[in-house]
């Protein structure tokens, strides 16, 4: 039983670990030369003019979230269809319920407005 755990412990610290040695290599071997063009604001090669803190429509995010949703929850046919065959009638149900519950989300994002683009 150790043994199992043993492997889920590596796993772990080597999830920890990675992301850290990742951000910390960039910070060791770039160069750091600081200066007044560097610091400046960059967006599109343009100078801002006026306020550059602007308040986005919350129907963006709404857009990707439910883009995000979606995409992800289709992912999960892929694997059932790879094995159908071998599955049988119980996961053909299964997927059939789940399939339902996707178009009940999407009826629900339509029905509040998240998909009309204002």
Known sequence: MVDNFG????ILIFAILFPIV???????VAP????????TTYECGMETRGETWIQFKTNYFL???????????TIFLYPWAVQFRKL???A???M????AILLVGFWYAWKEGALEWK
């Open 32 to 39: 750091r030369k600081p200066g007044k063009e560097k610091e």
């Open 92 to 94: 053909f149900v299964e």
């Open 88 to 90: 049988g009638t119980f």
């Open 96 to 99: 059939f319920i789940f399939i």
């Open 22 to 28: 990742m951000l910390a290599i960039p910070k060791m």
């Open 7 to 10: 492997a889920i412990g590596i």
């Open 63 to 73: 857009y990707a979230l439910v883009f995000v949703a979606f995409d992800v929850e």
